[in-house]
């Protein structure tokens, strides 16, 4: 019956264009369970493009291969790591992106969920999640961009992995929600406190994003009430100046001009500032930049490739969860938080997880579309 409701689910919470708006020629789909380094292939269907523009094969922790794109800037400074909205793919986004490339001078990659496009696998949200740090771990290891010039940019539903990857980095240059959702429960009922079925809770995890937000919402949306992101907005712990869009709606805010002029001034700003990142040695790979401790309440993938576990900080939270008194009310709050965490027993082996998504069906329609200081506040536009 789970099962079942997942897949529910997953048809009414994800739209990916059907049939895809692109094709990829190339190697083909590796074998499952065969690691492959990062494939090139050649995106079809799309405008003809330049020796700037590369598509690869990538594999996820979660076994599915997504495609990215990635466009080169010779004067950039920071690069884009950019999750689209839904009902969108590559193909959709393609002529968007390049155009991002050039105005703004960065470099940009982007991906296709599980599920859109040429990847592979079934759209989730746990999927999702394995997607864009996938899509990281190849800017980083494959491209050798650092991660102090990297800003996370999620647009709509791309807002969730973008989140979430941003609340567990230990360096990341900035972060960029377009049309962000408070959590997907929230879009469809204005809830007060976060239920343990609700996904991309975004609302629970902004307040660990340690960079600069840039938050960007039509104050006319229709999908996702501009609220959404003003509310996130008075969470961010390093706030820079918003932009409401008077008109915007929620697929039209890049064809106002205040759009992208806003969006180069951040990067400009951005580019400016000296980021104050934790000392982290240069033998270390990708597993180093991520917290070793994951807080996150609707993860269920706690064993994931790319990020480090302390379970001696576990085993401290377990134990002081037996000294509390079974029936008090921390009690039961711990009792519900644990339904949605994937815990470790004491031989090592991970209990089965509840996935959030299995019981919930959000109504998504038209959801389409670091410590990271600086050591002059005054150059950034940040509002305390």
Same mark, same amino acid.
């Given at each position: 019956?789970?099962?079942?409701?997942?897949?529910?689910?997953?048809?009414?919470?994800?739209?990916?264009?059907?049939?895809?708006?692109?094709?990829?020629?190339?190697?083909?789909?590796?074998? !499952?369970?065969?690691? =492959?380094? #990062?494939?090139?292939?050649? $995106?079809? +269907?799309?405008?003809? /493009?330049?020796?700037?523009?590369?598509?690869?094969?990538?594999?996820?922790?979660?076994?599915?291969?997504?495609?990215?794109?990635?466009?080169?800037?010779?004067?950039?400074?920071?690069?884009?790591?950019?999750?689209?909205?839904?009902?969108?793919?590559?193909?959709?986004?393609?002529?968007?992106?390049?155009?991002?490339?050039?105005?703004?001078?960065?470099?940009?990659?982007?991906?296709?969920?599980?599920?859109?496009?040429?990847?592979?696998?079934?759209?989730?949200?746990?999927?999702?999640?394995?997607?864009?740090?996938?899509?990281?771990?190849?800017?980083? !290891?494959?491209?050798? =961009?650092? #991660?102090?010039?990297?800003? $996370?940019? +999620?647009?709509?539903? /791309?807002?969730?992995?973008?989140?979430?990857?941003?609340?567990?980095?230990?360096?990341?240059?900035?972060?960029?929600?377009?049309?962000?959702?408070?959590?997907?429960?929230?879009?469809?009922?204005?809830?007060?406190?976060?239920?343990?079925?609700?996904?991309?809770?975004?609302?629970?995890?902004?307040?660990?994003?340690?960079?600069?937000?840039?938050?960007?919402?039509?104050?006319?949306?229709?999908?996702?009430?501009?609220?959404?992101?003003?509310?996130?907005?008075?969470?961010?712990?390093?706030?820079?100046?918003?932009?409401?869009?008077?008109?915007?709606?929620?697929?039209?805010?890049?064809?106002?001009?205040?759009?992208?002029?806003?969006?180069?001034?951040?990067?400009?700003?951005?580019?400016?500032?000296?980021?104050?990142?934790?000392?982290?040695?240069?033998?270390?790979?990708?597993?180093?930049?991520?917290?070793?401790?994951?807080?996150?309440?609707?993860?269920?993938?706690?064993?994931?490739?790319?990020?480090?576990?302390?379970?001696?900080?576990?085993?401290?939270?377990?134990?002081?969860?037996?000294?509390?008194?079974?029936?008090?009310?921390?009690?039961?709050?711990?009792?519900?938080?644990?339904?949605?965490?994937?815990?470790?027993?004491?031989?090592?082996?991970?209990?089965?997880?509840?996935?959030?998504?299995?019981?919930?069906?959000?109504?998504?329609?038209?959801?389409?579309?670091?410590?990271?200081?600086?050591?002059?506040?005054?150059?950034?536009?940040?509002?305390?």
């Amino acid at each position: 019956m789970g099962g079942v409701t997942s897949n529910m689910a997953a048809k009414l919470a994800f739209f990916p264009p059907d049939p895809p708006t692109y094709g990829v020629s190339g190697p083909p789909e590796a074998a !499952e369970g065969v690691v =492959v380094p #990062p494939q090139k292939v050649v $995106l079809t +269907g799309v405008p003809i /493009g330049s020796e700037e523009v590369e598509a690869r094969r990538v594999l996820t922790s979660r076994g599915n291969e997504i495609v990215v794109m990635y466009i080169r800037n010779k004067k950039a400074k920071v690069t884009f790591l950019h999750s689209h909205g839904n009902a969108a793919d590559l193909g959709v986004m393609y002529g968007l992106f390049v155009a991002l490339s050039n105005h703004l001078r960065v470099n940009l990659l982007a991906y296709d969920y599980s599920g859109y496009g040429r990847s592979s696998g079934k759209p989730s949200e746990e999927n999702t999640y394995a997607d864009i740090e996938a899509a990281y771990k190849c800017l980083v !290891e494959t491209y050798g =961009v650092k #991660p102090e010039s990297i800003i $996370l940019f +999620g647009q709509s539903v /791309g807002t969730g992995p973008t989140l979430d990857l941003a609340a567990r980095l230990t360096c990341v240059r900035a972060v960029i929600l377009q049309s962000p959702l408070l959590s997907g429960l929230r879009v469809m009922y204005p809830v007060k406190h976060t239920l343990w079925f609700d996904i991309y809770k975004n609302v629970d995890k902004i307040t660990r994003v340690r960079c600069p937000v840039l938050i960007i919402h039509g104050k006319k949306d229709d999908t996702i009430d501009c609220s959404h992101g003003k509310q996130l907005y008075e969470l961010c712990q390093q706030k820079y100046e918003p932009l409401w869009i008077e008109d915007g709606n929620h697929c039209d805010l890049e064809t106002y001009p205040e759009y992208l002029k806003h969006l180069e001034n951040f990067v400009k700003a951005i580019e400016m500032m000296t980021p104050d990142f934790a000392k982290t040695e240069a033998s270390t790979g990708t597993l180093e930049l991520f917290e070793k401790a994951r807080t996150s309440s609707d993860r269920s993938d706690i064993s994931r490739k790319v990020v480090s576990f302390d379970r001696r900080e576990r085993g401290r939270m377990s134990t002081g969860y037996r000294e509390r008194p079974r029936h008090s009310t921390d009690g039961r709050h711990r009792m519900r938080k644990s339904v949605d965490l994937c815990e470790n027993s004491g031989d090592g082996v991970a209990n089965k997880p509840r996935k959030s998504i299995d019981r919930f069906m959000i109504r998504a329609v038209g959801l389409c579309n670091v410590d990271c200081l600086t050591e002059d506040p005054s150059k950034l536009k940040y509002k305390n």
